[in-house]
């Protein structure tokens, strides 16, 4: 439905949007991934015409956004929920929204409704709603004319964690009922459980693509975590057998599968305490793949030391 | 807030998986609402709210001044008169209207969500400038309307109402104070800054013109090209409008690029093609 094509913006020589190409389905949530500045935020002005492209192209449903008559009726857009007029009222931002849309007022108490804004809520100025407040209504907006898109930046930021389910229900719903959703994130969890496909951005290129399990797969070989009542005994089972083994903390990390470690403890009939995936996980794999465009690397953090001096 | 639910979102979103929109049935939004949403715009923040409403008191205030003043020295007075005393504060205050439909949109960043609305950007700023003008022409009314009671009541307390308008005046007033808004739009879309558009337009309407008569008195040649150049006198010219041969409409014209459309038209091409963040 969405469809990005050799997308590439460029401010004076910094390359904010890199040759990226990806298409959103219809019916499936995508996942937008990646640190802050990985050009998330330019694609998705290119999708709706705020920000033209250098190169590429970016259409919905086979039109590019400027020719979808009465626009708000088949994308709904969320790019920034601070950009509404601090002084007017979250119900008069939706009535603004319902008169240009061409839709009746009554359309307004419905979303009100379904982003649980109360009468009295909607009645505050903007400039008065907390962060979690001004993305509800930034959903309710988007939702208003019925679309059968959804383009969403950042909407879980602000959210608490009970409204985060919410969204997440929400816009699986959506997705269910055979809308397309493309949703951004920079922080993996919010997305991992409702996104049906991920595509991962840093420095403005996608770096990786797919669903949870072939973003997996992609992570590197298998590694497995293992404890037992005698490390030593299963240890040199394990290396009889053929597979890398070494220490870890109070267990031993092996390069194998599960079933593999499982196996050779059985043979070797060690008792096992604990036996899990030691594969780099989703956040692991987010890092790794983004770690060039990270403004933090994980390494410089340090403790502080016991008299609170710097060492 | 109460506890959230996951409602229906829609209903025409089905189990069918379009990959095309079907946009045949959907038109394409009016000229007319888009006036219309512009229109309330201008008025549902407490900023634009009382912007209108000091036009209108001031409108008010200045006529009932000019009423009170004449009536109590007795002095002569005409219907035109009054307008034009109102005229006088409206030309300061319809700028700033002008200038506050352009760059409210930008210094609140609404306008991601205009543009997302209709990307025709355009439409958008010729239906702002369509508000300008209605709301200049509702003062212009109003201005013409509490003249009218004014000189009734100078008729009533002094015996001698003078209701002489001219047409000259009220075509002057219309075409005056709709530059003067036009100027303040100019401003602001040149400038998408709310502050630097009321400071340079008090220079454009305050300052250019004593600059010009200075230059004007020094340089022989400068004298010569002054009216070409200065858009304020040439404005003022319009309020005897039969008199205005074609040379005086040259000196309008030609200033108007110079000081209107010029910064009108690279502001508007700025906002066209921006990037909207």
Redesign the interface.
Same mark, same amino acid.
């Given at each position: +439905?969405i469809k990005v094509e050799g997308l590439t913006r460029k401010y004076g020589s910094f390359v904010a949007v890199d040759d990226v190409s990806f298409t959103c %389905?219809?019916?499936r949530v995508t996942g937008f991934l990646g640190p802050n500045g990985a050009g998330k935020s330019t694609t998705m002005?290119v999708m *709706? #015409? @705020?920000?033209?492209p250098t190169k590429g192209e970016v259409t !919905? =449903? #086979?039109?590019r956004?400027?020719d !979808?008559?009465?626009?708000?009726?088949?994308v709904g *857009?969320l790019?920034?929920a &601070?950009? %509404?007029?601090?002084?007017?009222t979250g119900r008069?931002?939706l009535t603004? =929204?319902a $008169?240009? +849309? #061409?839709l009746p007022e009554s359309r307004v108490d419905e979303m009100l409704?379904? *982003? &649980?804004?109360?009468k009295a809520?909607a009645k505050r100025r903007i400039r008065n709603y907390s962060l979690g $407040?001004k993305q509800r209504l930034g959903i309710a907006?988007a @939702?208003l004319g019925?679309? %059968?898109?959804l383009i969403l930046d950042e909407p879980a930021n602000g959210l608490d964690p009970?409204?985060i389910r919410?969204m997440r #229900? @929400?816009l699986k719903?959506?997705a269910d009922?055979? =809308?397309t959703v493309l949703l951004s994130s920079h922080l993996l969890h919010e997305v991992e459980q409702i996104a049906d496909e991920m595509i991962l951005i840093g420095n403005g290129r996608i770096v990786a693509r797919g669903d949870r399990e072939t973003l997996l797969a992609g992570a590197g070989p298998a590694q497995t975590l293992v404890t037992s009542l005698d490390n030593a005994a299963l240890a040199a089972a394990l290396q009889a057998a053929g597979l890398p083994v070494e220490q870890a903390g109070r267990g031993l990390r092996v390069q194998a599968a599960a079933a593999d470690v499982g196996r050779a403890a059985l043979s070797a009939q060690v008792v096992l305490t604990d036996l899990r995936d030691g594969g780099a996980g989703l956040e692991d794999l987010f890092l790794q793949l983004t770690a060039d465009t990270q403004r933090e690397a994980p390494s410089s953090l340090q403790a502080p030391t016991p008299e609170g001096t710097v060492a | 807030m109460t506890s959230p639910s996951t409602g229906s979102v829609s209903g025409s979103v089905t189990g069918t998986s379009p990959i095309v929109l079907d946009v045949t049935d959907t038109a394409p939004i009016p000229f007319g609402r888009l006036v219309g949403v512009e229109l309330r715009k201008a008025r549902d923040t407490r900023a634009s709210f009382w912007l209108l409403a000091i036009i209108g008191i001031v409108v008010v205030l200045a006529e009932a001044i000019a009423l009170i003043v004449t009536t109590v020295n007795d002095d002569k007075i005409q219907f035109g008169d009054f307008t034009a005393v109102a005229a006088f504060l409206t030309s300061v205050l319809l700028p700033v209207l002008g200038i506050m439909l352009v760059t409210t949109e930008w210094t609140q960043r609404s306008a991601m969500v205009t543009f997302t609305l209709e990307s025709r950007r355009s439409r958008v700023i010729l239906a702002k400038l369509a508000v300008g003008v209605i709301l200049t022409l509702a003062t212009i009314v109003l201005a013409t309307a509490i003249g009218a009671i004014c000189t009734a009541l100078y008729g009533l307390f002094n015996g001698h109402a003078d209701w002489h308008y001219g047409w000259d005046g009220f075509f002057g007033f219309i075409i005056g104070q709709n530059l003067a808004m036009l100027t303040g739009f100019a401003l602001a879309a040149l400038l998408l800054n709310t502050a630097a558009a009321i400071v340079i337009f008090f220079i454009y309407t305050y300052v250019l013109p004593g600059l010009i008569a200075l230059g004007a008195h020094y340089m022989d040649w400068f004298d010569k090209l002054a009216p070409w150049i200065d858009f304020s006198s040439a404005q003022g010219e319009l309020y005897e409008l039969s008199d205005m041969t074609g040379k005086e409409w040259g000196h309008l014209v030609v200033s108007g690029i110079i000081w209107l459309v010029v910064p009108l038209v690279i502001g508007l091409r700025r906002i066209l093609r921006a990037e909207v963040k």
């Open positions: +439905m %389905q219809p019916g002005r *709706v #015409g @705020l920000t033209p !919905i =449903g #086979g039109l956004y400027h !979808i008559p009465n626009p708000g009726r088949h *857009v790019l920034d &601070s950009a %509404q007029h601090g002084g007017r008069e931002v603004l =929204g $008169m240009t +849309m #061409g409704d379904l *982003v &649980s804004l109360t809520e $407040m907006h @939702l019925d679309p %059968q898109v009970a409204g919410w #229900g @929400l719903n959506y009922r055979g =809308g | -």
